[in-house]
Nanobody, 115 residues
Framework: QVQLVESGGGLVQAGGSLRLSCAAS????????MGWYRQAPGKQRELAAT???????NYADAVKGRFTISKDNAKNTVYLQMNSLKPEDTAVYFC?????????WGQGTQVTVSS
């Protein structure tokens, strides 16, 4: 069983930065895609950023130019560097991973950006 454990959320002022980490542990794990989704209060969960096993990155328009996704294959860890944060970035951020036949979600980490 694979577990995704997020860390790095918190409270930050607008314009500030945070770095989220997601470490995968458990069974043998070979994801095709890892990434981050987010869910703001009263809204649906939405894509923030993903990265494929080959290193191709995909970003939501709302975060392009401000967020950077990266990964460490040796550690089975994916990161999300978030700069120039805005109050509208406030959400629970969920780590995501997909293998050929399965997908996994983390428990989520709260990011709150104050104005």
């Amino acid at each position: 069983q694979v577990q995704l454990v997020e860390s790095g959320g918190g409270l930050v002022q607008a314009g500030g930065s945070l770095r989220l980490s997601c470490a995968a542990s458990g069974s043998i794990f070979s994801p095709n895609v890892m990434g981050w989704y987010r869910q703001a209060p009263g809204k649906q969960r939405e894509l923030a950023a993903t990265i494929t096993s080959g290193g191709t990155r995909n970003y939501a328009d709302a975060v392009k130019g401000r967020f950077t996704i990266s990964k460490d294959n040796a550690k089975n860890t994916v990161y999300l560097q978030m700069n120039s944060l805005k109050p509208e970035d406030t959400a629970v951020y969920f780590c995501y991973a997909r293998e050929v036949a399965r997908q996994y979600w983390g428990q989520g980490t709260q990011v709150t950006v104050s104005s």
